[in-house]
């Protein structure tokens, strides 16, 4: 639907307005005002303003935004300040709020809303509204099922142009994103696609199936959207027909889709690699916050753990030159950042789907001349400073031969770690940093420690 | 353009190709079908094969491309492998590889070319298109003209929705993305924009006035591509005017050139978070790869060399209490994995403007209580954990305390490294993680062992 009523933000005055919904929220005399303000603000705006407060001020804006707009505002919200703003709400409300939206928006907020609500709605719905809720429910997260919409126009292909475009002209406005008309023959079964390009500049008298683009991207519900979203930035597409196995059109993806989960999944994945589980609501409480980051801080604490145990069989030396002490951390620190490097590009071309099977051996080799590399610059500068420090050469030494083993072993995790974790199907990126750390961290120890006591003690 | 010829891969076929291509490349006498076959595929196809393989057979299957479309290609690459695949051709090649670009498209590439090419090929241009290149060359990376292109369809205010479907008709075809024509007045100011859709379904007869959207999301070349994104993002847009100072449209901005701006900056965030300065081609030379990371190494080095430093002003003590040294990299990686949580989540609400400056002490108070929490809970834990290994009731407490203490410091430090460089106009994310890492250890082997010296030795 195309809203030519509501202003829209020039995109440097939303933090502004925010400052301004702050001040007015401090005056009671200003709240009509405020009110007012907020009916003239796109739907994602007010989405914008509510993640942006604390949450005492988000619920004081959030009673002054019009009832009807609700269940769009909840639509854009991210999943974290929905569930406040759900929190906040009546069973009444929630219903209010859930049946102004269409079946594929419903099933994105669906998971948050209370089990009564959802009944309450899906009783209201009309049969063919109902059927595609169920239908959007029943694809897993990450799928092109989950993310699809039901807003796409189809066309005959034994039509011409001309009784096309009086079709459409009957519709009095299109769907959001219909940069093209899905074409379709008796059964429903996808034929092509039209641009409305080639429908306005194409000859009124031709028939769609001359004109339409017969071959051209389609999806399947099933299809992962990770892959759906890589053709459409390869073939920079606006909208794309989804069909289920007998080639009927159910559904179609649109560009804006893709961006939101491209924003999402670039977001969970720098979260998860910094350990914390879920997106998280800058202003939420203390205990949420806790939950949201304790499980990666107690994966840390057991990996700290075993390395601290590897330094506590070295003991014995350590007491003896405790120079080990201060230098063992050096070791195992530039391991794991460089571990890091290589598993990051691994994971990254793994992603993009640019390793080949028969490369993984070919990859090991370069990343271990990498390390290798590595290993001799920076070994023998810290080996050099081991010796200004300490005056030992034997210590230098050890320093020196530590760190080149220990950039091997990171290079070799960095390369195995997301191999084996692809074999098995698993997503090769999530904690894959942890893992590389707790090898490094142990194995560096383990190395420095060794040498040490063989050479030293 | 619209490519109707050339078949689109399914989502699922792409890796495959790759495995096929391979294959064909190892037998001289399949050359001619491999030829085929690649010329049957999309540029951004090829570009994602050539990605896949190792330098040697990505040359040889470049060799193999016929020559009218390596510009295409060149601007679907990665920067990395464009730089393989440029160092392979030589000047005239490169220049009719240039030519069949548009500006937009030039400028994208043209970092990568040699000077004298460049020199060359704008000498070719017509004296229009030269104008456009110099401008997309003019703006900055990162601003909303470096990603504009100018292949927008603009109309009169004045003329009839017939006129100027007329108009439409005598240009064939539409550019891509053309969701909605730009209204401008006699003097190129922007008036609004009338989508496809509404020029479709209303009657001919009305003014384009009438019938476009008057006010509506305009960029300028200045704004910040990453603010453009967001307004895409929120307001689900295909397509954007962009306007100079007066009003005057100078181009448009589209979702393709959003969609892949986002991408990249994820990639980019995400291999600065690891410690890579740019891009790597995953089968990059040994020294190319070195070249790439060893600047963020040498920063890890002196950061871990401080933390030895450190240590080292507590030899005595650990000399005394060797399992010191076994337990300080439990309270310092921690400290890490817990600022670098906090650090994350407010780089990202930074990055999304949703922090206002009256909320920092806010947020602070609020960090410094999951400190806390974490510090009990945690802390707790690993003295009891402490003492059971040592025996020891003081240096279990010792271990608690400096959890604590550890926890706060990374808590506080979470919160101001990125306020320090958000408020200095610097990217808040750029090398935090090391920064925060750097106070982590060091403060935590500090806090660790000067407890230690005061209560134990």
């Known amino acids: 639907m195309?809203?030519?009523?509501?202003?829209?933000?020039?995109?440097?005055?939303?933090?502004?307005?925010?400052?301004?919904?702050?001040?007015?929220?401090?005056?009671?005399?200003?709240?009509p005002?405020?009110?007012?303000?907020?009916?003239?603000?796109?739907?994602?705006?007010?989405?914008?303003?509510?993640?942006?407060l604390p949450h005492e001020e988000r619920l004081a804006v959030w009673d002054l935004v019009k009832a009807d707009r609700d269940g769009d505002i909840l639509v854009e919200v991210s999943d974290a300040v929905r569930e406040s703003l759900i929190a906040s709400m009546d069973s009444a409300e929630l219903i209010a709020a859930a049946e102004t939206l269409e079946a594929d928006e419903l099933a994105d907020i669906a998971p948050d809303l209370p089990p009564d609500v959802i009944e309450e709605v899906v009783q209201s719905l009309p049969a063919e509204e109902r059927e595609r809720l169920r239908a959007a429910?029943?694809?897993?997260?990450?799928?092109?099922?989950?993310?699809?919409?039901f807003d796409h126009v189809a066309v005959r292909e034994d039509v011409s142009l001309e009784a096309a475009t009086r079709y459409l002209r009957r519709l009095d406005e299109l769907p959001d994103h219909t940069d093209q008309l899905?074409?379709?023959?008796?059964?429903?079964?996808?034929?092509?696609?039209?641009?409305?390009?080639?429908?306005?500049?194409?000859?009124?008298?031709?028939?769609?199936?001359?004109?339409?683009?017969?071959?051209?991207?389609k999806l399947y519900p099933e299809d992962a959207a990770e892959d759906a979203a890589s053709a459409f930035e390869r073939y920079d597409l606006v909208s794309a027909p989804v069909v289920d196995a007998s080639g009927r059109l159910v559904g179609?993806?649109?560009?804006?889709?893709?961006?939101?989960?491209?924003?999402?999944?670039?977001?969970?994945?720098?979260?998860a690699e910094a350990g914390l589980q879920h997106e998280e609501d800058v202003f939420a409480p203390v205990l949420d916050s806790f939950k949201n980051r304790w499980a990666w801080l107690a994966v840390n604490l057991v990996t700290a753990f075993v390395a601290s145990r590897v330094i506590g069989l070295f003991e014995d030396s350590i007491a003896q030159l405790v120079a080990l002490a201060a230098l063992m951390p050096i070791v195992a620190g530039i391991g794991g950042n460089s571990g890091n490097q290589t598993m990051t590009m691994i994971v990254r071309a793994l992603a993009l789907g640019q390793i080949q099977k028969s490369y993984w051996t070919k990859l090991l080799y370069k990343e271990i001349g990498v390390a290798l590399l590595n290993g001799v610059v920076w070994g023998t500068l810290l080996g050099a400073l081991a010796y200004l420090f300490y005056g030992s050469v034997a210590l230098g030494g050890v320093m020196a031969l530590a760190m080149i083993l220990n950039l091997v072993l990171a290079a070799s995790?960095?390369?195995?770690?997301?191999?084996?974790?692809?074999?098995?199907g698993r997503d090769p990126a999530q904690g894959s940093s942890v893992l590389i750390t707790a090898c490094t961290d142990s194995g560096g120890f383990f190395i420095f420690l060794g040498l040490a006591t063989i050479f030293l003690v």
């Open 182 to 217: 899905f074409v379709v023959d008796r059964e429903q079964r996808l034929r092509g696609t039209l641009p409305l390009g080639r429908l306005i500049v194409s000859d009124l008298d031709l028939e769609v199936a001359r004109v339409m683009i017969p071959e051209n991207v």
């Open 33 to 52: 005002e405020l009110r007012r303000r907020l009916d003239g603000l796109h739907p994602a705006d007010i989405a914008y303003v509510l993640e942006a």
């Open 413 to 424: 995790m960095g390369v195995a770690i997301p191999w084996i974790r692809a074999r098995r």
């Open 252 to 271: 179609r993806l649109t560009v804006d889709a893709v961006v939101d989960y491209i924003r999402q999944r670039s977001a969970e994945s720098q979260l």
């Open 137 to 149: 429910l029943s694809y897993p997260e990450g799928s092109v099922g989950a993310l699809m919409d």
């Open 2 to 31: 195309i809203e030519a009523m509501q202003s829209r933000l020039e995109v440097e005055d939303l933090s502004r307005s925010v400052a301004e919904v702050q001040r007015l929220l401090g005056d009671a005399e200003r709240l």
